[in-house]
Each structure stands twice: as structure tokens, then as C-alpha cells.
């Protein structure tokens, strides 16, 4: 299976999360905070969205950090992704 995203939608898949800070403590699954870094997977068309034209300016394979609240998770098999308003990134990590 596929995603492709409609409008100025973006599919994210979630980079791992640290297991350990940076002193060395060890975390647990369940106190790791959900990482708001994450790699672009597929972008959609863009266009007019609600009257405004929308340039789309990530690409698939860059890494984002986005809104903290942001977007729905899906699950699809065994991946897990997270779909996005543009809007909702809030910047490009260049390395």
C-alpha cells in the first residue's frame, strides 16, 4: 500500500525516539516523549486550498520538525506515519 496525500498535506514518518538522555539515564518506552522530528515521505499537489493558492515547499526525504499536536496518526501494516498541513511544519533541518 501507498499514502498520497490530497491538497497541501504531508506524510510524515516519525524518527526514533532517544532512549537514553543525554547525562546516560536509560528511559522507559512510556516516558519517551513522541519526537517532533520527523522524515517527509510524501508531499502532495499543493494548489488552491480554502480560495488561496499553495506552494509546497518540503520534499520527499528531507527531515522536518513539526507542531507538537500536530496531524493524524496513521497506521499502515507495520509502518506508522503522521499526515500534516504544511502549515503544521514549522521548519527544515539542513544538515
Known amino acids: 500500500m501507498k499514502l498520497k496525500p490530497l491538497a497541501d498535506r504531508v506524510v510524515l514518518k516519525q524518527l526514533e525516539a532517544e532512549e537514553?538522555?543525554?547525562?546516560?539515564?536509560?528511559?522507559?518506552?512510556?516516558?519517551?516523549?513522541?519526537?517532533?522530528?520527523?522524515?517527509?515521505?510524501?508531499?502532495?499537489?499543493?494548489?488552491?486550498?480554502?480560495?488561496?493558492?499553495?506552494?509546497?515547499?518540503?520534499?520527499?526525504?528531507?527531515?522536518?520538525?513539526?507542531?507538537?499536536?500536530?496531524?493524524?496518526d496513521v497506521k499502515l501494516g507495520d509502518d506508522e506515519f503522521v499526515i500534516v498541513k504544511q502549515s503544521d511544519i514549522l521548519a527544515i533541518v539542513e544538515k
Request: aromatic share 6%; proline share 6%; charged share 15%.
Open 20 to 72: 537514553t538522555t543525554a547525562s546516560g539515564i536509560v528511559l522507559p518506552g512510556q516516558s519517551q516523549e513522541k519526537p517532533q522530528q520527523a522524515e517527509v515521505v510524501a508531499v502532495g499537489p499543493g494548489g488552491v486550498v480554502d480560495g488561496k493558492e499553495v506552494t509546497m515547499y518540503v520534499k520527499k526525504g528531507q527531515q522536518v520538525i513539526y507542531a507538537k499536536y500536530a496531524g493524524t
